[in-house]
């Protein structure tokens, strides 16, 4: 061989080849993930409600899973039933809306996944008719055809129905297990191949999308999802294998395209342990198999050679508990159950519900996960284990993290090299006193009503200080200097927390927190309704939602009888107040007129002064409602509170306690006009 050919050679092989490592999953991974819903979520999901909430979720998770986002057959429905793949009008929102709430996430470094259901798909108007498509981001029609249908799909049923209607399905049976209800989609068709192509392609590139999480891929063979997700290049990829442990990874290693895994999978096992030491109120299943499967992070399973495909979890929302469904939730200790999650290897999922309650824990755990350098291929080692409490130690790139969890975790000792830096209900996290770290146990962000911060130096040195400031200033040896464990008020308004360790007169490893407080004063809105369009002559108001002190006085179906009525701009409107009793309530509604019919669709999420008129067009035998948008002078007169401050189109968004100064009664508000009493007002 010449030499030029040689290093021609070489070239190609060092840049021309693909490397021979997983598409759909980055190795030893340092991400948290957020499932951004739970059953029945409409209200919580919303892509506005998520999007105004970036603020919060972005700093603790590197990416956000959210609910399938193409319309439906249905009115309502969390999307496992698809319908249209290019139409994004779901009921969490339209198009604009999604793309807003995915930019803005992808503004403050966080992805987001979609749910993609490509297992099945529902029918236009009978068993085996597809809509027809247009492709916004390659301008291409797309249709699935009957001949796209599985021949077995629906044990036959389907393929009894298409002969005796005159159409033909696939020659091809399932190549994975059957799901009556909807069609399973024939996955060795091209035209099912050349769909989905197209359709994740515009998931990533047109709606703007990180990564997938395939619904149900036991439905079809792994070896396409490894095509699909080579063909599109995602980086983030999770398939839905609900089984053991061994099938989990047969189907991981089938997603291989060119020897390289292609997609990381849910560690259902994990949650299993978890869910026997929980309900079983014996902690020392943390250590076990599940019935003869260890969980696939696992480092008695393959030596932990599947750690790095592992997406870990507690709950999700087939899992939980439900009103109408037996499910197989955790009943208890869903502190510990997280505590546990995020201090082990695989890539953690936190459900929304416990993110929702359990807020503040669950932020200083992701933010000790962090400092001690926790990734997906970390190593652990378990350290005490019985049925009270179980602890483990785990390797970081930093140092080490010791979890105890349990019922007794509080009695647990780990030694005088371990610092203890949380402490919960049923839970600790320890640092080594060789990390040499400052910490502070309030996790930033926007809080109500004055906190506190405990700060911690975890140092060898018994002497070892903490200085810190709150003008946002580096700390010095010369700032205030407190003992370890000193506990500090944080109060109303903005503060920029500084805490660093001092040692031998050395200030190292400075800890920065951005608190945002503030004092809520409950308020009352008035919800306004006309029925001018559809002669009703009585209204019933149905409510529910919020923290639960919404119910109607009439807590019968349908509810309060309103018969109170104003006059504002010659129209008549039925009227009612309710008590806002915090930033985070809200009150949902259904009107409705004699003893409950016609009645209208749901309202949710209403917590502003609100003019709705119901409208004669229906949804599913339901009246829809419009909301008005009332001049400000309209509404400034019949609320003249000079507390109450409205946006220039006429809505409330908050009121402020009499007395207050502008400076409070405009904190935190959005950069623009709002109008105070008879005044407008900038904020900038």
Known sequence: ??????????????????????????????????????????????????????????????????????????????????????????????????????????????????????????????????????????????????????????????????????????????????????????????????????????????????????????????????????????????????????????????????????????????????????????????????????????SSYSNGAYRRYAITFVENHDTERRSNASQDPIVRDTLAANAYLLAMPGTPCVFMTHWMSCKKDIKMMINARKTAGIRSESYYSNFASNAAYYAVKVTGTNCDLMAVVGTNASTYDPGQRWQRILNGYHYAYYLPKTAELAWVDLPEGHYEGAQTATLTAVSEDADARIVYTTDGTDPTPQSTQVVSGTTIDIPSGITVLKAALLKSGTVSSIVTRKYDVSSFEPYDINIYVNTDAVGWNNVNFWTWGGDGSHTPTNSNWPGDKVTTTVNIDGKNWYQKSYHINSSTDAVNFVFSTNSGSPQTVDINDINTDTFFEISSQTEGGKNLVNIVEMGVSEIVATSPSSSAIYTLDGRMVRQASEGSTLQEKTRNLPAGIYIIGDKKFVVK
Request: with cysteine.
């Open 1 to 298: 061989m010449k030499k030029t050919s040689f290093f021609v050679f070489l070239w190609l092989l060092l840049f021309s080849c693909e490397p021979i490592s997983a598409q759909g999953w980055p190795s030893n991974y340092d991400g948290v993930m957020l499932q951004g819903f739970y059953w029945d979520s409409f209200d919580a999901s919303k892509w506005k409600v998520l999007e105004s909430q970036a603020d919060d979720i972005a700093p603790y998770f590197n990416l956000l899973w959210v609910p399938q986002s193409g319309r439906t057959g249905n009115t309502l429905s969390m999307g496992y039933d698809p319908l249209y793949w290019y139409d994004q009008n779901s009921s969490f929102g339209n198009e604009a809306q999604l793309k807003s709430m995915i930019q803005a996430y992808k503004d403050r470094g966080t992805g987001v996944i979609a749910d993609v259901v490509i297992n099945h798909r529902s029918n236009v108007s009978n068993w085996v008719d597809f809509p027809q498509e247009v492709n916004p981001l390659d301008g291409q029609t797309y249709q699935m055809q009957s001949t796209d249908i599985c021949r077995d799909d629906d044990g036959g049923a389907t393929l009894n129905w298409a002969t005796s209607n005159g159409y033909s399905l696939s020659s091809n049976n399932d190549t994975g297990e059957g799901w009556g209800g909807m069609r399973d989609l024939d996955h060795k068709s091209i035209n099912v191949q050349e769909n989905v192509k197209a359709y994740l392609k515009y998931l990533l590139n047109y709606l703007g999308y990180t990564g997938f999480r395939y619904d149900m891929v036991k439905g079809y063979s792994g070896s396409y999802t490894g095509m699909y997700n080579k063909d599109c290049g995602v980086p983030y990829s999770i398939g839905e294998c609900w089984d053991g442990t061994n099938t989990i990874k047969n189907w991981i290693e089938a997603t291989k395209v060119d020897g390289a895994i292609q997609s990381a999978a849910f560690d259902f096992q994990f949650r299993y342990t978890v869910r026997n030491a929980i309900n079983r109120n014996d902690w020392t299943y943390l250590g076990k198999q599940n019935d003869g499967n260890w969980p696939l992070m696992s």
